[in-house]
């Protein structure tokens, strides 16, 4: 079973294994791998619970402006194959 951790937890764990908790402890004691642990760590490190909601909101608005951004050279694409005449 695969389970999602809230940006709140994944900070909480980071902080007590900066506290000093071994690593291993806090993967088996709340069921995730070392390796997620590691990937958390080198995502979220350093940051507080708000940082890592903006990070998520900035990621999330990246996402639909490259979208956007995709959808408009598209339609540039296709109006400039028009104005050739060779539709």
Excluded at 7 to 13: A, H, M, P
Excluded at 42 to 69: I, Q, S, T
Excluded at 78 to 84: D, F, K, M, Y
Aim: proline letters at 2%; one cysteine or more.
């Amino acid at each position: 079973m695969k389970k999602r951790y809230t940006e709140e937890q994944i900070i909480g764990f980071l902080k007590q294994a900066a506290a000093g908790t071994p690593v291993k402890e806090l993967c088996r004691k709340h069921g995730f791998s070392d390796a997620s642990f590691y990937l958390w760590r080198r995502k979220f490190g350093g940051m507080d619970v708000p940082d890592a909601k903006r990070l998520k909101a900035l990621e999330a608005e990246n996402a639909r402006l490259k979208k956007l951004l995709a959808e408009s050279m598209l339609d540039n694409e296709a109006l400039r194959i028009v104005a050739r005449g060779k539709y």
